[in-house]
């Protein structure tokens, strides 16, 4: 083979060359790499990964960044080696170039960079498929990287606290000039005394919602995804792993309609129903509302949320109903249900996380509460497993005292019992359930 058959990597050291340029001229140059995500792994020539390196602790110490604070700086990390001394850096320091071209040169900088990640990613495609491992799992492993390389997800996520810092402030300073930033990142549950207590729900947590059967689990997150999409427009993921989609359809229409559910499961509508429904079919059209009733598995539930991601550009609130029914075939612990659940468990908050939005999974209770003078659900309760508790931010159960005493004097009410909140305080919410359209209220 002939050297000249031999391809390196995508890459540009012009462009990197001039970005570094333009950093010596405008230290605020380094800001507007900030935005485009460029760190110090994105440069290909080792001699400017130590540089831009040297650059970024400079400017997280609040020091200027010229040849000789940047020198001092490579010696502490003994670096300086590597960059041939300082006369590197004066060549590079003496280009006239205008600041204003650095986000140009620093696009230039990412897309090779996510160029050569592709390359690496391929190589472990292929790496895998010789290696002749599972088939699901090669499976799940390529789409798990071809989605974090859309997501323009940094290879390196080990970060020094100093950066943490800084870009901490940096987002408090920007938040406090634009506090409805904090509104649009959040997804509200619509009810005024829940998220009083949990402050809505954040990107990343995994809430869990439980009750013992005909408590109103169902007809509650339904109540959610209604208040998200239509309320706050928010993009809702729902999986039902018990009840048809028709049935969901269902009961989302008598919900928003306020036709008895009985009435449309049985079709005895007026033509005014007809009517009435037919506008609540246009107006929920609208919104960015997707149910599946056929994924049984988390690799298929991640798949098809990723899709969402990749062709829509987010999700907000993923709702899966519910977890002890989600298929565990092929999981490393089935057969076991304690480790089964446990592992779905951890499974979802990392979904959460990769995701980036708030996951609300739907939970059976044990029968213990039954045996107990007070019936209200406490967290032992939780069916299977410890570790739901362990890894969910939220725990939130719903209790319906006249299930348990007829002559109670809370009829139609549920308390909503926030038994966990890694953010922020516990309590109790009330709300009325009008059991005939399956549609939680504010008291």
């Not at 605020?28 to 290909?44: H, R």
């Not at 809505?200 to 109540?223: C, D, Q, V």
Request: charged share 30%.
């Amino acid at each position: 083979m002939d050297i000249s058959d031999i391809k390196l990597p995508p890459h540009n050291t012009d462009a990197e060359k001039w970005v570094l340029s333009c950093i010596f001229l405008d230290n605020d140059s380094m800001y507007l790499l900030d935005g485009l995500g460029i760190m110090p792994a994105d440069f290909y020539q080792k001699e400017h990964i130590s540089i831009f390196e040297a650059m970024t602790q400079l400017r997280n110490s609040k020091r200027t960044i010229d040849v000789v604070t940047l020198s001092d700086q490579l010696i502490k990390n003994g670096t300086l080696e590597i960059i041939w001394w300082t006369d590197y850096l004066y060549d590079i320091s003496l280009y006239l170039i205008t600041p204003s071209v650095c986000a140009e040169y620093g696009k230039i900088i990412k897309e090779k960079s996510v160029l050569r990640a592709i390359l690496k990613v391929s190589q472990w495609i292929i790496g895998d498929v010789y290696s002749e491992k599972d088939t699901p799992a090669i499976i799940e492993s390529i789409e798990k990287q071809i989605f974090s390389l859309v997501q323009y997800n940094q290879w390196d996520s080990l970060k020094h606290i100093s950066e943490l810092l800084n870009t901490r402030v940096e987002e408090l300073m920007y938040i406090a000039d634009h506090p409805e930033e904090i509104a649009n990142s959040k997804t509200m549950s619509g009810y005024e005394s829940l998220d009083k207590i949990t402050g809505g729900f954040k990107s990343g947590e995994i809430i869990i919602l439980a009750a013992r059967p005909s408590m109103g689990k169902t007809a509650f997150s339904l109540n959610l995804l209604l208040n998200a999409a239509l309320g706050q427009k928010k993009s809702i993921a729902f999986f039902s792993l018990e009840m048809s989609s028709q049935s969901i359809v269902d009961r989302l229409l008598s919900t928003e309609t306020g036709i008895p559910m009985t009435n449309i499961t049985k079709g005895l509508l007026s033509d005014d129903d007809y009517t009435t429904i037919g506008e609540s079919i246009a107006k929920l059209s609208e919104f960015d509302i997707y149910i599946d009733e056929e994924s049984s598995t988390l690799p298929v539930i991640k798949s098809k949320l990723r899709k969402i991601v990749i062709e829509k550009g987010k999700v907000d609130l993923v709702i899966i109903d519910y977890m002890q029914l989600i298929n565990t075939a092929g999981m490393k612990y089935a057969g076991n249900r304690v480790q089964e659940v446990s592992e779905i468990s951890r499974t979802l908050k990392e979904m959460a996380k990769e995701l980036k939005c708030p996951i609300i999974a739907l939970s059976q209770l044990s029968r213990e509460n039954e045996k107990r003078p007070d019936k209200k659900p406490i967290l032992s309760d939780l069916r299977d497993s410890g570790s739901i508790e362990q890894d969910a931010d939220l725990v939130v159960f719903l209790y319906r005292d006249e299930y348990y005493d007829p002559d109670t004097d809370k009829k139609g009410i549920t308390d909503v019992l926030i038994r966990k909140n890694r953010n922020g305080e516990v309590g109790d919410a009330e709300l009325r359930f009008i059991a005939n359209r399956m549609k939680f209220e504010d008291i």
